[in-house]
């Protein structure tokens, strides 16, 4: 069965270092999407992507973050200079059409200290 | 601004024992609401979703009617097992050219013991 998958499982940083998050998703779909989960808090919408472009962002995704499709099957986050408070887990989503199932991947845990 | 309250875990229950994990929601239109369950390892599966007041959405034995007078999408199990020990997030999101990403809850730990 297809699967959303992302590399690597934990990343660990120093301060102020850039981090690239990988994710492959499921190969016709068409929107993907970006989520971070602090440790005890709720899941939280990052961003989304279609058409090479993004979609729609919340707040929390600042100048700090940037994302991208480099190639026909990856998708990847970057933060230019992490900070303590960007130590959470990263899920990326994807789904064949706006509004539709979104399928998760299994997270990457990034711990900046 | 949308938002997701879940009860607290975790919840610890025994095999074949009656399940219900609340959910309340606060959203200024009509969303669709879902329950996702995220198995130890692995990534948020939706579990089920309902698309309107008075839906029901079921799948493995769960569970929940969108009730739209009460704000809520309760989760229920009438029996269960080990294997439903996981962490379940409840959802909610706009359809048909609304927001793209969906609104979480902080998602509930069970735990069921044999």
């Known amino acids: 069965e297809p699967e959303v998958t992302q590399t690597p499982s934990h990343q660990v940083t120093q301060m102020g270092q850039e981090v690239i998050l990988r994710c492959v998703p499921i190969?016709?779909?068409?929107?993907f999407y970006w989520y971070r989960q602090i440790l005890g808090q709720k899941v939280e919408f990052l961003v989304s992507?279609?058409?090479?472009?993004?979609?729609?962002k919340s707040e929390i995704f600042d100048d700090q973050f940037s994302v991208e499709r480099p190639d026909g099957s990856n998708f990847t986050l970057k933060i230019r200079s992490t900070k303590l408070e960007d130590s959470a887990m990263y899920f990326c989503?994807?789904?064949?059409?706006?509004?539709?199932?979104?399928?998760f991947g299994p997270g990457t845990r990034l711990t900046v200290l | 601004g949308d938002s997701v309250t879940q009860m607290e875990g975790p919840v610890t229950l025994s095999e074949e024992a009656f399940l219900t994990i609340n959910c309340t929601y606060t959203?200024?239109?009509?969303?669709?609401l879902f329950w996702y369950v995220q198995y130890p390892g692995e990534g948020l599966q939706l579990l089920l979703k309902?698309?309107?007041?008075?839906d029901k959405g079921s799948n493995k034995g769960f569970e929940a009617t969108y009730r739209k007078e009460t704000t809520s999408f309760h989760l229920e199990k009438g029996s269960v097992q080990v294997s439903d020990s996981a962490v379940y997030f409840c959802?909610?999101?706009?359809?048909?050219?609304?927001?793209?990403?969906?609104?979480f809850g902080k998602g509930t730990h069970l735990i069921i013991q044999p």
């Open positions: 959203a200024t239109g009509y969303p669709s």
């Open positions: 989503a994807s789904s064949v059409g706006r509004s539709l199932e979104q399928f």
């Open positions: 309902a698309t309107k007041a008075d």
């Open positions: 959802a909610l999101q706009y359809s048909g050219g609304g927001a793209d990403g969906l609104t």
């Open positions: 992507f279609y058409n090479n472009e993004i979609s729609e």
């Open positions: 190969s016709n779909h068409l929107y």
